[in-house]
């Protein structure tokens, strides 16, 4: 199963930009930058972006943590991270790796990341690989360190929430609606001060919590 979505999103990635810059009412990046002001990030800090895809979020978070730090972006679809390593490389980033992985196997030490951060894709881990994903994410963070989730708000109009419930299912399976009721919850249970914020324009919300 994981290879046959792996390949999935080696596909996916031929035409993902095309599709979001389509769909997307965000061309400045301005929601990404605002999911990057919620880490509270600062110069010389590292910070991993799971999930990473094309890489459209550590450019924000590079700008962030500066030439002194580090982002690393980790997916595992070598497709969506052949196109990240384009754009980093076009945009002259220094302080950006990428690193071919799975978000319930972090490859790395403890404790040295200070923000976590996963854009449109948390809804995509299904309930076991989402638990992992969260142990893994607070072993590899200092305590007191952020985990911020970007996700797309339920929306408000009913042709377009009975399109996004259909999303979920194909990416998320049968149990993604019932985490939608509840993520507020699992969040509270593997983090500190959970705050959900709703960003302008409504369509998109940001989840964050404090390691413990
Ligand atoms: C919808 S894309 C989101 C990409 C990006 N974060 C963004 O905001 O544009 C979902 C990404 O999650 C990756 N992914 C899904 N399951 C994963 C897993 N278990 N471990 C690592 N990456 C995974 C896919 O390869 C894909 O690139």
Do not use: W
Not at 175 to 200: G, N
């Amino acid at each position: 199963m994981g290879s046959l979505r792996r390949s999935y999103y080696n596909l996916f990635s031929k035409f993902y930009d095309r599709i979001i810059e389509l769909h997307s009412h965000d061309p400045q990046g301005r929601l990404r930058r605002a999911l990057a002001a919620r880490t509270g990030l600062k110069a010389g800090d590292k910070s991993l972006d799971i999930c990473t895809g094309t890489g459209a979020v550590p450019p924000v978070l590079a700008e962030k943590v500066g030439d002194d730090g580090l982002v690393i972006g980790l997916d595992f679809s070598r497709g969506m991270l052949q196109k990240a390593a384009e754009k980093i490389s076009t945009n002259g980033l220094k302080n950006v790796a990428l690193v071919q992985g799975e978000a319930q196997h972090l490859p790395f030490k403890a404790g040295i990341f200070s923000a976590v951060t996963c854009s449109h894709a948390f809804y995509e881990l299904k309930g076991e690989i989402r638990e992992e994903a969260l142990t893994e994410i607070k072993r590899v963070c200092r305590s007191g360190s952020k985990f911020c989730m970007m996700e797309h708000e339920v929306p408000k109009k009913r042709s377009i929430r009975f399109l996004f419930y259909i999303r979920m299912l194909v990416a998320g399976g049968l149990r993604s609606r019932t985490f939608l009721r509840q993520e507020i919850d699992l969040f509270r249970r593997h983090f500190s001060e959970v705050k959900k914020d709703i960003l302008p324009g409504g369509n998109t919300k940001v989840i964050c919590g404090i390691i413990k």
